[in-house]
Each structure stands twice: as structure tokens, then as C-alpha cells.
């Protein structure tokens, strides 16, 4: 959050509330969507999970950057999903299986893909999961402070026919805790998606 100087200046109380509902009616409205996130499925697709609970998140929102002329900024600067679980299809004896974060934000209406992190690739088993490794995604709030309030990671993942390069099924799965955390700090809390800035 970009903090100014208070300015100081003697305001009657009434006239205080009525300046305050018209800074209320004037700053947009960034409510983030109520409705869940829907994990889905299309095609053939092996057994498929995502380690996300209260204890282990399944993303983390990391603050705080430099920007030019301003100094210090609080805001989102990278989003990190730990890796899916994902195995073979049981009718096959190894299977191609590719992974990627997406990262969509809320811009007060609809959720819009902001950014995605190139696809991983691994072989897989029935009984053996894909070796995937965690994936982030660099964001930069700045430009869009006070007008996009969320931020929010899409796990996306495709199984491939036998010739490697056929895409058979797909599946898209979505945290619902994030571990939010600001600078260098080690404190952290608890939250439903990574906002704009900490503040």
C-alpha cells in the first residue's frame, strides 16, 4: 500500500462522514469473486492431486520490490505454486504429463490471465508420479495499484497420447490457501489468494 503524509486540517464530524461516503462512491469497487474456483477435468487423465492445506499451502504470495522513483513498494511480486501430484493413465505403462502456473488476477469484474510460467515436462507411471518441481510466475502490481484486487494461481496440467506431442486430457486445479509473505521476513499469514499489497 503507497502511504502519503496525513494531511492536517480541523473538519466537523458530519462534514468528515459526508467526504468519506464520497471517497466510498468514487474509489472503484475490487470485491474478489465469492464463487470458488472449479477444479476440472477434459479428455483422459491419469489420478492427479495438489498438496494444499492449512500446514502446507499450495501457493505463496511474495511482497515487496524496488520501483523507480518510489522507493519501496509492498506490493505482489511473485506467485509460486508447489508442484501437482500426477500419474500415468492406468492403461498405459508410462506417460508424457506437462505442468504449468497460471496466474490470473481479478480487475473488478471477471478473472483475466495475467502471466504463466513456461510448461514442464516429465514422464510418469501408473504407481510412479511425474518428478515436477514448483513454478513461480514475477508479477508487477505497481502499474495496477487501487484497480486489480486479486491475484490467483491456476495449476494446469495435459497428458499425451503415446507419440509425446498429442494432448489427451487436461486438468485444471486451484489452491485455496496461500502463504503470504513480505520481503526477507519469515512471519507469514494465512490467505485465500494474494492481493495487491499486504497493506
Known sequence: ???RPPIRRRTHWLGGLLAAALLL???????VDPTPPVDGTTGKTGTHSLVDTVDTPGGTCRYGYTVDGIGYYNGLRRVRA?????????????????WRLAVQVWDGTRWLRYD???WQSRGATPSTKAAFSARSVLVDSYPHHGTWGAYRASIQLRWYAPNGTTV???ARLFPAYYRSVEGVYPEWQQTERCGGTTG
Not at 25 to 31: E, K
Open 82 to 98: 508447489g508442484a501437482p501430484v500426477a500419474f500415468a493413465r492406468a492403461s498405459r505403462t508410462s506417460q508424457r504429463i506437462a
Open 168 to 170: 489427451v486430457g487436461t
Open 1 to 3: 500500500m503507497i502511504t
Open 116 to 118: 504463466a510460467s513456461p
Open 25 to 31: 462512491i468514487a474509489t472503484p469497487a475490487l470485491g
